[in-house]
């Protein structure tokens, strides 16, 4: 893993092949200035918070030969405990699950936690407070005389050694520190060995690449947030006549998600479905409450009226400049459309209805179902079943139903969280 902190040994090799040490440190370091580099390119193109971190963690500890890390993130006066990774308790792990012969797919390449303190008496607080580097030979045997203190109930639980550690401050463009990398036991081969000093200097030009990338990371997570939630807002106020509107969106949208997933949609197209699927209804606004608020059965002329607002959601979502709010647009347009072309506004069939459409035109029926309405009671969970099953190439897409049939139980489980 670690060929970064390798040196060749070059006895063996003919007199004319040898090269000096010093020409072997000037090679290593640039393969080093030019790793870091790199890693410091690959940060800059990732904005996934949770996904920069990993990455941070993970290339620190390539950087270094590391077995093991954590990662730290300030939040006000607390360093959380972001990510960690373990490679000593992942193997033991895959040997647990091998010999119980389960899939080793279950084992998780990251684990995370809890809070600290941002005070000296930790190894990750000391160096969150002082900015100051930390390089330990052997964290058993810190002096007493120091602030700081290694906490060994981790090894005492699982087993572990923690022996050499390198704790580096994050720090952003005003010196402000953001996080703090905490990398344990260096590896040479198999043997466990101090970090090389010459690390300290490497590492913490990389926590300072890392430092900005999550301060990026953070502000677009922030404006996404803020984004979503004007969107959220914006469709409850489509039916904030409804007792249940808020808890219907979260539904509405997590239902979508999962069918999403089921289909074996890319996260990302996950992600827009679940996001943009709250809009969906965004064009009542535009029907008369009488209509909306009619607890018996509409007239063929109020139908009519009702149905329009797959029509007006379209015109209030058309044009628009982002990715999501044209997804919003396709689904408030197209949620209504059926299969076999009976639905509507355009009476659509077939994969002629746009994919987003199909799977939100399920998760609404589902949640109609099950759900208290004005003009009637929740159906029993086996009679929506029955109802859905028997739409199964009629009114949806047969492909989407045994999605949702798979996956019925998170189904349940989204309705019992956001319940009425």
Known sequence: MAYFSRYLDSSNLPKETRMSKAQMSVNNLQEQLLALNKIGIALTQENNLNQLLTLILNESRNFTGAEAGSLYVRE???????????????????????????????????????????????????????????????????????????????????????????????????????????????????????????????????????????????????????????????????????????????????????????????????ESIQYASPMHDIGKLGVPDSILMKPGKLTPQEFKEMQNHTIFGAKILE????????????????????????????????????????IVALADVFDALTSKRCYKPAFPLEQSLDIIKEGSGRHFDPKIVQAFLNNIEKFLAVKAQFSN
């Open 76 to 270: 006000g006066e607390q360093l959380r405990f972001a990510v960690s990774q373990n490679e000593v308790m992942e193997e033991r792990k895959k040997a647990e699950l091998k010999k119980l012969k389960k899939p080793l797919e279950v084992v998780p390449a990251t684990f995370t936690g809890f809070y600290i303190s941002l005070d000296k008496s930790s190894l990750a607080g000391y160096v969150g407070v002082t900015g100051k580097t930390l390089n330990i030979p052997d964290a058993y045997k810190i002096p007493t005389a120091k602030e700081y203190r290694f906490n060994r109930s981790f090894d005492e639980k699982n087993n572990y050694r923690t022996k050499s550690m390198l704790i580096v401050p994050m720090k952003d463009a005003h010196g402000k520190v953001v996080g703090v990398i905490q990398l344990i036991n260096a590896r040479k081969k198999k043997i466990i060995i101090p970090f090389d000093k010459h690390f300290e200097n490497l590492v913490l030009s990389l926590a300072s690449q890392a430092a900005i990338a999550i301060r990026n990371a953070l502000l677009t997570q922030e404006l996404k947030e803020a984004y979503l939630d004007t969107i959220f807002r914006l469709s409850v106020a489509a039916e904030y006549k409804d007792d249940d509107t808020a808890a219907h969106i979260h539904r509405m949208s997590r239902y979508s998600a999962i069918l999403a997933e089921g289909l074996g949609l890319s996260k990302a197209e996950v």
């Open 319 to 358: 044009n628009a400049k982002a990715d999501l709010l044209r997804v919003s647009e396709q689904i408030a347009f197209t949620h209504h459309e059926k299969w076999d072309g009976s639905g509507y506004p355009r009476g659509l069939k077939g994969e002629s209805i746009p994919l987003s459409g199909r």
